[in-house]
């Protein structure tokens, strides 16, 4: 019996990363769009108040789209893996700010008053500046799992940041919220802004680590698992050190936004309902408690509760009450469903807030519905676009890191938004990126590095397995 043989060698060869495309040109193509819209917005802003185009139109397309791309050339570079939409997203909601702030610049309404600058100029250069600290997260944190070993070094900054505006002579209280500080030759500054972030990587880093002991259930009351009782420490001074801030810096939004997120990263972290309805029903009671013997928080919830009373106490020139909220009432019912246009409303009314606390009126008005849809729906595709990012998220400190970032960003929209509303009481916050100052540009910026610089790391392909230079010889045998 014979048989014939033929032998073949094949060597083994390297295995292709698979894994996410890099979408950097879909981002350049959306970035494309972030800038065109706001210059189209621009120019109808100029021609509905003076009937031509502006002067500076230009200028100010070829300064966001030089912004724009500089940005998008250091994340081709330094996170070439990163989400396609966040750069974009945050583009367009800057570039339409700073078309909204040129336009309550020309209102003849402000420029009478005494306190009156133009207050655009400086919201492009402080863009500038967002622009940049983005690009020095993204260059100089080439990991995020870094800021893991400062947890406790990020929490005592954090307490510093906090504690800032309430030191004398450094703290300013404008229009009766201690949240700012001043700063020769800058203006002032918004500590809390930064602490937001600071305070994530805080929390990230702690309940990373703590999360199985918040996860263990002693007992079970009225349908909830209640943890032990030294479990429940970690959300009492959380709790404590907001009310703190509400009763000493009279600030509402801020106490809601760093407990609020807190909660939110701890019920990812533990999967456990309780402590939802813990940190609701904490936040309630010490929103309540506040609120009856504070006198600047008292008077907001009051304007809340009855803008028109508000409004005609103003008039009468009572010192202490403003007419703002119902101004801001009547901006967005007079806006409708498609808005009066850009640059046609009357929203400069509602005076110095108009452009930063207030500046979702103006949108409300010369947008209408339609119009504040679609900022509102730019938003939620941020958070989401942060939600996907932390479930993408390989590691857990990355994890609550961008859940984290991602929650504090909602709830500071929810908070500005539903303050300018009517939803909820007024709080001294301002709308990330729309609205005028430097400290929310700033960090808004910064955070939406970090989410980019995590978003890298969690869509950035496995490395492929080196090619082995010993591969076995292989004998194919055929009869």
């Not at 120019?43 to 509905?48: E, H, R, T, Y």
């Amino acid at each position: 019996m014979s048989s014939t043989t033929n032998t073949s060698t094949h060597h083994t060869s390297t295995i292709g990363a698979i894994g996410a495309p890099s979408r950097r040109n879909t981002e350049l193509a959306l970035l494309v769009f972030a800038v065109a819209i706001p210059v189209f917005a621009y120019a109808n802003v100029g021609l509905a108040i003076n009937n031509e185009v502006p002067s500076g139109l230009l200028s100010y397309g070829l300064g966001l789209g030089l912004l724009a791309g500089v940005a998008h050339l250091v994340v081709r570079k330094f996170a070439p893996y990163a989400d396609p939409l966040l750069l974009p997203l945050a583009t367009l909601l800057n570039g339409l700010g700073l078309v909204v702030i040129w336009r309550l610049d020309q209102s003849k309404l402000l420029q009478a008053q005494r306190a009156y600058f133009e207050a655009a100029p400086r919201q492009l250069l402080y863009t500038a500046l967002g622009i940049a600290l983005f690009v020095v997260v993204l260059i100089f944190l080439k990991d995020h799992r870094v800021l893991q070993r400062y947890t406790y070094v990020s929490m005592f900054c954090a307490l510093v940041l906090l504690i800032l505006p309430l030191v004398p002579g450094l703290g300013a209280d404008i229009y009766g919220a201690k949240i700012w500080i001043k700063i020769p030759g800058l203006g002032s500054l918004q500590p809390g802004e930064f602490a937001k972030i600071v305070l994530a990587v805080f929390f990230a880093g702690y309940l990373m680590v703590k999360r199985d002991a918040l996860a263990l259930a002693s007992r079970r009351f009225m349908g909830l698992y209640l943890p032990r009782g030294r479990d429940l420490g970690p959300i009492l001074v959380v709790w404590a050190l907001s009310i703190l801030i509400l009763i000493f810096e009279t600030d509402l939004g801020t106490s809601l936004l760093f407990f609020g997120m807190f909660v939110i990263m701890l019920y990812v972290a533990t999967e456990r309902t309780s402590w939802i309805v813990f940190g609701l029903l904490m936040s309630a009671a010490g929103a309540v408690g506040v609120a009856s013997f504070e006198t600047h928080v008292k008077m907001r919830v009051q304007a809340w509760l009855d803008p028109y009373r508000e409004y005609q106490l103003s008039r009468q020139g009572l010192a202490g009450h403003s007419d703002q909220l119902q101004q801001a009432l009547w901006a967005f019912g007079s806006g409708g469903t498609l808005g009066s246009g850009l640059g046609q409303g009357h929203s400069d009314l509602i005076r110095f807030a108009a452009n930063s606390d207030f500046i979702l009126a103006t949108f409300g008005e010369e947008l209408g519905l339609a119009g504040i849809m679609a900022i509102l729906l730019i938003y939620g595709l941020i958070v989401e676009r942060g939600v996907r990012t932390a479930l993408a998220a390989r590691d857990p400190f990355g994890k609550l890191l961008a859940i984290g970032l991602s929650g504090a960003f909602a709830l500071q929209v929810f908070v500005v938004a539903g303050g300018v509303m009517g939803l909820i009481p007024l709080t001294g916050m301002t709308m990330p990126f729309l609205a005028y100052g430097g400290s929310s540009v700033l960090a808004n910026w910064a955070l939406i590095g970090i989410l980019i610089r995590i978003s890298d790391t969690a869509r950035r392909p496995a490395p492929a397995p080196v090619t082995n230079p010993d591969a076995e010889m292989t004998q194919v045998v055929r009869p």
